[in-house]
């Protein structure tokens, strides 16, 4: 079977499944696992990401938007040569990855037309359970089972942990900084199995504008840094957007050392099974004690002047 998959956290499934010698493309952004380098890329960004601000990303975000083109570019003499028996797309967000509208012409010249899944997860559980529609897609029914049931077996264990714990304290996950977003969709069901509780976002809605005076008013006890596709060194590049603003001092949870930054790009912003990984480092912030109060490697706490 010949795998074309245009969704990193989708890729990252495949090769869970034992089939990453199947796949005959992706997108530039499926960067897990490292030996995935010589598949053919069949999709570019139109932003340069790396050389932008998050001001100016969202500009060009925008900008893209408005005038009704896509932000990524297909290689469609490509994914035609590769003969693809089946595709993997997503139709959550047109920021994140590129959509079946966009594959549309391309497909109907693609003969004999491959099969198409079409992820859409809103939800944690959604994430969990596209892993099982994906086993069977690719022939690996009982393997998707198997690899969702483990990632569920690790939450309920999570959940064990921290049960116990008295409080569960208020978080504010920020997906963007300049302009400021709170993190939704399945962010807010990660705060919730990591024991606290998402003071800006409700679970299985999508990301959303917020101004500074709903940071405030949400008395974050913790506040976690996780611009979407963002690792933390890139994250530390943008600090000032937040840091520098007059209210950041008053926040409480800035007030109590309670900011970290997290790799986004790894374990927040990617539908895929490293958000269970999320969850547990979620859970080491907000429940240190259950955690001997070592944080994972992962995550950085803020340093507070």
Known sequence: MNICSLVPGATEVVAA????????????????????????????????????????????????????????????????????????????????????????????????????????????DDVLRDIET????????????????????????????????????????????????????????????????????????PSRNIEWEALAGCAPDVIVLMPCGFTVARTKAELTAVTEHPGWQHLPAVQRGEVYLVDALSYFSRPGPRLVDGVEQLAAILHPTCYARRLPATVERLAMP
């Open 17 to 124: 499944l034992g089939l990453q010698d199947h796949l005959v493309g992706i997108s530039h952004e499926c960067d897990t696992p490292q030996t995935l380098a010589h598949v053919p890329v069949m999709v570019r960004g139109r932003i340069d990401s790396h050389a932008l601000s998050s001001a100016e990303i969202d500009a060009q975000v925008g900008e893209w938007l408005s005038g009704g083109s896509g932000l990524y570019e297909l290689d469609e003499a490509r994914l035609l040569a590769a003969k693809p028996d089946l595709l993997i797309t997503q139709d959550l967000c047109d920021v994140c990855a590129i959509t079946p509208t966009q594959l549309a012409r391309v497909m109907q010249t693609l003969s004999p037309p491959p099969r198409m899944v079409t992820l859409n997860p809103h939800r944690l």
């Open 134 to 205: 994906l086993g069977g897609a690719m022939e690996r029914e009982e393997a998707g089972r198997q690899l969702a049931a483990a990632l569920r077996r690790r939450l309920d264990a999570l959940r064990t942990t921290v049960r116990a714990e008295p409080l569960r304290p208020k978080v504010a996950c920020l997906e963007w900084l300049s302009p400021l977003y709170s993190a939704g969709h399945w962010v807010p069901d990660m705060v919730e199995a990591a024991g606290g509780t998402d003071a800006l976002a409700t679970a299985g809605t």
